[in-house]
């Protein structure tokens, strides 16, 4: 017996920039009160559905029209997923693009052409985040960190995510942190992603651009990154580029921020 294949839909344009437009259209189509159906399109992230049948698809696909740029049906298994990210240390400009030093002894460098670049992202989370994410696995923690930027060699380092520490009393109250970790991310039309941490970055490549402090850096590469390709960019980006906290982006995790992502690099009409 075949199983058949679950559709993903997408919609076709950046739903929370649509949000009063589609509300009620996403109520009608699903029997959902207003509040219930703007925390639907919310929580997607660009996706109205991660898995539905291929009747339900093509129901909700005609239910939906052309409200706000309407929604598309992809398989489930046709969906575009990033590869691992690699951590990337530094930037040097081109003409015709920019190379990327990289962690990696084994790939020190990687030239991309601004054709190449599909994606610009940014974004940040706090430390109590990322451990609750991870369930305090460390394992779960270096393939989030990557996913940062930051390359844990040898362990989670003292004073970040609680590790390096004493070893704690069996009933001490767990500490917390307000410490926050920023990233950016640059994802190529062919899918590979390359992570960096401004904090662990080297902004020489800005030459005569370059600012006196990190945040400044960062988003004057990402402006960079932005306006000599024609990539999307997300929430992140987006605010950063409008001289806005990271933090309006409103991502409750890191699964939000992968989500929207991926959304970006299955969108078709922006």
Known sequence: ??????????????PLDQLDA?????????????????????K?????????TEEDAQRIVEAMSDCAGGVVAIDGTALRVPTTPLVTT?????????????????????????TQVEVVSAGQFSEEIIKRASGG????????????GVFLVTGI????????????????????????????????????QFAFSPDHFDFSGLADKKQLNTAANFRVLLGQ????TSAKVNVGARLLLDNRSLTYANYTGPHDFETELQWLMNSTTL
């Open 1 to 14: 017996m075949v199983r058949p294949v679950s559709q993903a839909i997408l919609f076709c344009r950046f």
């Open 22 to 42: 589609l509300a009620p259209v996403v109520a009608r189509v699903y029997g959902l009160n207003d509040y219930d159906a703007r925390s639907k399109i919310r």
């Open 44 to 52: 997607g992230w660009g996706f109205l559905e991660r898995e539905a």
């Open 90 to 114: 530094g930037v040097e400009f081109a003409p015709n693009g920019f190379t990327l030093r990289l962690q990696s002894p084994k790939d020190p460098t990687r030239f991309l052409e601004w």
């Open 137 to 148: 696995d460390e394992k779960k923690i270096g393939t989030m960190m990557l996913g940062m």
């Open 157 to 192: 380092p003292p004073g970040l995510l609680g590790g390096g520490g004493k070893k704690k009393k069996k009933d001490a109250k767990p500490e917390k942190t307000t410490r926050t970790i920023t990233f950016g991310r640059i994802v190529t039309t062919t899918g590979e």
């Open 225 to 228: 990154l932005a306006s000599l």
